[in-house]
């Protein structure tokens, strides 16, 4: 079996990461005391991320646990195809910048329920605020937490509760100092998130090569593509078992769009690291996150292919590792690829894996806590509140949070359900109409907020209605168009959520568009934005730049299809 502990060396590794962090982090606060007092500096640090602190803090704040372990377990039960949540993401960062980013900034959006109050209205806003705020607390953060934990406490042998408390203790460390502090920390986290998850990726091909009698990473590679040729596929055909999690074609052309614009356009989490930037350098920003989001496959999918060819291939006690409660258990596969590690380069892994989760908790923090303070307190609370005050309730918000996380995340079944599709699925049943709220909000003048308010409970209606419609109706018919496959462990003929996504949308943006024509007081609607062409013209550097991400992604789809 393998070693469930860090070696002096590793430990020495890690505590070079952890001052380094918290040693720039505080420097970053001492230098930037403004954002003690001042709301809108603490919460988006106005005016001073640069492009490349941007890029990396989306990155930092969207790679977590759930990816390097959810998804490299999707690798080993999946194979390439989970892939498409990252290369789809890159196309769609593109967009974003382009079309979104124009419309928040030249309207002075900060938080999205203040889009949404000054395009519908104050009802429309709080409510969707408080949808926000339990998603992001009951289902993003607790599981990034859980997940954290779990993997943490796997590889180190330190008590589950003890990685947990210590965690949220070193998330809370960082939030604190604001989003300037994290935009910045998050640069390091980065690299080390990439340099240890390179080094797990080497490893991994290195022992596939190793296994067969050969030796280096491109042999290695070369293996996996013969010995795992079935998950080298992006596009899953509807007989495939995984049909329900990567429902053919609608990766590309279906429901995926609505999965990624909805999340890197309209998630306070993501959005809030460019609103505070001029759009020269929030699009720049975004453009090198998009570069940085085709790097991530290698690092948290090919290392899950590995373990599925070490598995198949009985490498040593590989198999042995893999198993939990008698059964094969795919999210194992990155922590056992861990503690096959050298040391040193293992504390360098576990480093990686704590920036992943440690980022991603702060900045899931800083949103709740921007949502909370801007949007509810100062909104409904204390109209009065002076900046000092917002800021200081900020904090509490992150404290607090941060308890009810680690108190609700054992009660919830994420290990169970399976830490990325937990987070998949659930945000999913509010995604729909949330987007469908944004998009007509944004492109026509004339929606109004019932329209809205009809998309924000007609959109989790429809979502939980096609969730559990199977129970009474048998959507086998269906399959033969592909928007239906048998879910093994309920014996039901189901849709795939990324599919039920994408019809939710489209009911959704059919009620809106019905609802606001009934309107004649729609005509002149002075809640419409002011938009014009000029806006969502791009440099010519950002052309380029986009022009070779969309490049790169047709030719790994082509080869990949």
Not at 96 to 103: G, N, Y
Not at 258 to 268: F, H, T
Request: hydrophobic share 55%; glycine share 8%.
């Amino acid at each position: 079996m393998q070693t469930k502990s860090l070696h002096i060396f590793d430990y020495l590794v890690f505590l070079v990461y952890f001052v380094i962090v918290a040693g720039y982090g505080y420097y970053i606060y001492r230098r930037k005391k403004k954002a003690t007092t001042d709301s809108k500096d603490f919460f988006l640090a106005e005016g001073s991320l640069t492009w490349w602190a941007i890029g990396a803090s989306l990155i930092a704040s969207n790679i977590s646990a759930e990816q390097f372990i959810g998804m490299s377990g999707s690798g080993f039960s999946i194979g390439l195809a989970i892939s498409t949540y990252e290369w789809m993401a890159a196309a769609t960062l593109i967009v974003v910048a382009v079309f979104f980013l124009p419309i928040y900034l030249k309207n002075k959006i900060y938080t999205m329920p203040q889009f949404l109050e000054r395009r519908y209205n104050q009802t429309v806003s709080t409510i969707m605020a408080v949808f926000w705020l339990l998603l992001y607390v009951v289902v993003n953060l607790t599981s990034i937490l859980y997940l954290g934990a779990l993997a943490v406490s796997t590889i180190s042998g330190i008590n589950f509760y003890v990685c947990m408390v210590m965690l949220a203790f070193f998330a809370i460390l960082i939030t604190l100092g604001g989003m300037k502090v994290i935009g910045y920390t998050d640069v390091i986290q980065v690299f080390f998130l990439i340099l240890g998850g390179l080094a797990t990726t080497y490893l991994a091909l290195q022992l596939v090569s190793e296994h067969f009698g050969q030796t280096g990473v491109l042999k290695g590679f070369s293996l996996l593509t013969k010995h795992a040729s079935d998950h080298f596929h992006m596009i899953i055909q509807k007989e495939n078992p995984k049909y329900l999690d990567l429902p053919g074609l609608a990766v590309l052309i279906g429901g995926m769009w609505i999965v990624n614009l909805n999340y890197w356009g309209c998630n306070q989490y993501i959005t809030q690291r460019a609103l505070g930037a001029d759009l020269k350098t929030a699009r720049s920003g975004l453009l090198f996150a998009g570069f940085l989001k085709l790097l991530m496959p290698v690092i948290v999918v090919l290392p899950g292919i590995a373990a599925y060819v070490l598995y198949t291939q009985n490498h040593g006690d590989f198999a042995q590792s893999m198993m939990k409660g008698g059964a094969v258990n795919a999210d194992n596969a990155y922590p056992v690829l861990l503690n096959l590690l050298p040391v040193g380069l293992k504390g360098l892994a576990f480093a990686a894996l704590t920036a992943a989760v440690v980022a991603s908790l702060a900045g899931k923090a800083n949103s709740i806590s921007t949502i909370f303070s801007l949007d509810i307190y100062k909104k409904i609370y204390n109209k009065e509140a002076d900046e000092k005050k917002i800021v200081s309730v900020g904090r509490i918000v992150v404290v607090i949070t941060m308890i009810i996380a680690i108190v609700i995340s054992n009660f919830l079944g994420i290990d169970k359900k399976g830490g990325f599709q937990f987070i998949q699925e659930y945000t999913g049943f509010v995604s729909p109409g949330v987007f469908a709220m944004f998009t007509l909000g944004f492109f026509w003048k004339r929606t109004t907020s019932s329209a809205a308010m009809f998309a924000m409970i007609g959109g989790l209606f429809f979502s939980f209605f096609l969730k559990f419609i199977p129970a009474g109706i048998d959507l086998h018919p269906l399959h033969e168009f592909g928007f239906s496959a048998l879910n093994p462990d309920t014996g039901l003929w189901e849709m795939a959520f990324i599919d039920r996504m994408g019809i939710v949308f489209l009911l959704c943006v059919i009620g809106m568009v019905i609802i606001t024509l009934l309107d004649k007081k729609s005509v002149n609607n002075p809640k419409g934005l002011a938009i014009d062409s000029s806006m969502f013209k791009p440099s010519t550097g950002f052309t380029v730049g986009a022009l070779l991400i969309i490049g790169i992604l047709i030719a790994l789809y082509t080869v990949f299809w």
